[in-house]
């Protein structure tokens, strides 16, 4: 199983950018996918998740400015980015919870960069 992540680059302050993530590979079910960020010096932080059910929690920081969503025929994750500020600036990173023929795993993308410049 794989996750590839794609959709990151250079925004100015206020503008969008929307990221997407996609599962590859032999699977049997997907359950919580998400997106995770990490800003130069900080530690990973969750950005979003959402559950094969599309319930959803957001991280204080980005509410009312981003938006998580899934296509489970494809096995993909986006994360809409509204409103960008500086501070959203960091490698965006996805992640899934993935039940295989191995059982369940924690599987993650191999980021991409977002940065948002005044």
């Known amino acids: 199983v794989q996750l590839q992540a794609s959709g990151g680059g250079l925004v100015q302050t206020g503008g969008s950018l929307r990221l997407s993530c996609a599962a590859s590979?032999?699977?049997?079910?997907?359950?919580?996918m998400g997106w995770y960020r990490q800003a130069p010096g900080k530690q990973r932080e969750l950005v979003a998740r959402?559950?094969?059910?599309?319930?959803?929690n957001y991280a204080d920081s980005v509410k009312g400015r981003f938006t998580i969503s899934r296509d489970n025929a494809k096995n993909t994750v986006y994360l809409q980015m509204n409103s960008l500020k500086s501070e959203d600036t960091a490698v965006y990173y996805c992640?899934?919870?993935?039940?295989?023929?191995?059982?369940?795993?924690?599987?993650w993308g191999q980021g991409t960069l977002v940065t948002v410049s005044s």
């Open positions: 992640n899934a919870d993935i039940f295989d023929s191995r059982g369940r795993g924690d599987y």
């Open positions: 959402i559950t094969s059910t599309s319930y959803t």
């Open positions: 590979g032999s699977m049997f079910n997907i359950n919580v």
